[in-house]
C-alpha cells in the first residue's frame, strides 16, 4: 500500500560557541626589605644613607629597617593595605589604583571565583558562558575531559562540550547513515534524516520535493511513484 507523505525541514540547534577568552593573570610584586646598618663602624655610610630616605605614609626618616615598594620607601609598619589597613608582612602583596593590597583583601575584592572548582582564581582568568574559570577547569563535559581553553567548544546545560562528545552524547542520529546530523534535518516518516540521505529507494535521487510516497516503509519520489 502507498501513502503520499510530507516533507518537513528543520534546522538542528547545533551552533558552534566563539572560543573562550584568556585573562591576564593578577598583577603581583615582591616586597624588599633592608636593615640600615648600626654598626659604629659602618655610622657615617649611615647618615649618608638615611640622610634623604623618609617614609612615604609618615614623612619621618627611616633610620633602621625600611621597606622598598612602588618606588617609594616605608617604615615596615607603615606599609600597610589601603583597604583593612594591616600591616604588610607576607613575601609579596598585590597593587591596585597604585596602592598595596594584602593577598586576602586581593582575593576577597579582586579576584574572580571559579564556576568550576569555586576557588579563587589567581592565574590567569577563562571567560566563557558568562563565567569565569581556571585553565584547568574549563574542560569538556564529555568522557575525554581535554582543556577548552582557547578552543572553540558547544554549549549545553551549562556545561562546555568538544565536537565530538557533544556530536556523541546530544546530536540526532540520520535513519539512514545513524551518523550525528549537525546541521540541517530532513524530518520524515517521524524520524530525521540528512538532505543527502533522504532518497527515493528506487532511483536513489534525493527527494527534494515537498511531497512523497511510501512503499514498503521506504521512500519514494513522485517521479518513480507515477
Not at 33 to 58: D, G, Q
Not at 151 to 179: N, V, W
Not at 205 to 220: A, H, M
Request: glycine share 4%.
Amino acid at each position: 500500500m502507498r501513502e503520499q507523505r510530507t516533507i518537513t525541514n528543520k534546522e538542528e540547534n547545533f551552533t558552534k560557541r566563539k572560543r573562550s577568552e584568556t585573562l591576564a593573570k593578577p598583577s603581583k610584586k615582591y616586597l624588599q626589605a633592608f636593615k640600615v646598618l648600626e654598626n659604629s663602624k659602618y655610622a657615617n655610610r649611615k647618615a649618608k644613607m638615611t640622610e634623604n630616605i623618609v617614609c612615604h605614609k609618615c614623612q619621618e626618616a627611616i633610620t633602621k629597617r625600611m621597606i622598598t615598594a612602588l618606588g617609594k620607601t616605608w617604615h615596615p609598619e607603615h606599609f600597610l593595605c589601603r583597604h583593612c589597613d594591616e600591616q604588610i608582612v607576607d613575601a609579596t602583596f598585590n597593587i591596585q589604583s597604585g596602592e598595596p593590597v594584602c593577598n586576602k583583601c586581593f582575593v576577597e575584592r579582586y579576584t574572580y571565583t571559579c564556576a568550576g572548582c569555586k576557588k579563587p582564581i589567581l592565574e590567569r582568568t577563562i571567560c566563557a558562558m558568562g563565567e569565569s574559570w581556571h585553565e584547568a577547569c574549563f574542560c569538556c563535559g564529555g568522557a575525554c575531559k581535554k582543556p577548552l581553553a582557547n578552543q572553540s567548544f558547544y554549549e549545553r546545560d551549562g556545561k562546555a562540550y568538544c565536537k565530538q562528545d557533544y556530536e556523541d552524547l546530544f546530536a540526532a542520529r540520520c535513519a539512514k547513515c545513524e551518523k550525528p546530523i549537525t546541521d540541517s534535518a530532513v524530518i520524515a516518516m517521524n524520524v530525521k534524516w540528512h538532505r543527502d540521505c533522504f532518497r527515493c529507494n528506487k532511483c536513489e535521487n534525493p527527494i527534494t520535493s515537498q511531497t512523497f510516497t511510501i512503499d514498503g516503509d521506504k521512500p519514494v519520489c513522485p517521479a518513480c511513484n507515477c
